[in-house]
């Protein structure tokens, strides 16, 4: 039953996640994303 729970997590649908953020969480996001490579 476990292996079920961690498929669910595996198989994510980054896009979909990302349709759903407001936008003050897409420009957190993207200021974190800068901090950690910053170029």
Sequence with gaps: M???NME???NIDEDQI???LSEHE???LDDE????DPE
Excluded: G
């Design 2 to 4: 476990a292996h079920h």
């Design 8 to 10: 669910k997590y595996l």
């Design 18 to 20: 990302l349709q759903q």
């Design 26 to 28: 897409l420009n957190q």
């Design 33 to 36: 994303l800068s901090e950690m």
